[in-house]
C-alpha cells in the first residue's frame, strides 16, 4: 500500500492572512500534496491535539507520517514538499537559517497584518465564523 503523501495544514478560514498565505502557496502545489483545513470547523479542530490558542498561534501541520509540525518547521517542511520550493525549504532547514528561523517566523505572525503585501486585518462580519472572533 503506497504511504500518503499530505500535508494537513491546519490554519484559521476566518483569518484573512492565512486565505492570503494559502493563496500565495497553492499555485506551488502541483501535485496536490497540501490539504489546507479549517480548525474552525469542530470536526478539523477535534483532530489536532492541540487548544484552539495554541491553533491560533502558529500554523500546524500534520505530515503524511501521522506526526506534527508546529511554526517555523512547520513552513520548512511544506517548502519541502513542493516541487519548485524545495530548496527553500533545504536553505531554510540547514544552518543559519534553521537558527534565526523561529525567530523570525514570530516575528512574522506578530506583524502579520502590516508586513507589505499582506491583506489588512478583516474587520467585517463577512470575514467571521458565527461564534468566533475576527482576526
Known amino acids: 500500500m503506497p504511504r500518503p503523501t499530505t500535508y494537513d495544514v491546519f490554519m484559521d478560514g476566518a483569518c484573512s492572512f492565512c486565505r492570503w498565505t494559502q493563496a500565495q502557496i497553492e499555485p506551488y502545489d502541483s501535485g496536490a500534496r497540501l490539504r489546507f483545513l479549517d480548525y474552525n470547523d469542530p470536526a478539523i479542530a477535534a483532530q489536532a491535539p492541540f487548544s484552539r490558542s495554541e491553533l491560533d498561534n502558529e500554523m500546524h501541520v500534520r505530515m503524511p507520517d501521522g ?10 517542511a511544506l517548502l519541502g514538499a ?12 540547514a544552518p543559519p537559517a534553521r537558527w534565526i528561523g523561529p525567530s523570525v517566523y514570530a ?14 486585518r478583516c474587520v467585517s462580519d463577512s470575514c467571521a465564523i458565527p461564534g468566533q472572533p475576527r482576526t
Do not use: N
Request: glycine residues 12%.
Open 107 to 120: 516575528f512574522i505572525a506578530r506583524h502579520r497584518y502590516s508586513l507589505p503585501g499582506a491583506p489588512k
Open 67 to 76: 506526526t506534527w509540525l508546529k511554526g517555523f518547521t512547520a513552513w520548512v
Open 82 to 93: 513542493l516541487p519548485r520550493l524545495a530548496w527553500s525549504g533545504r536553505v531554510a532547514g
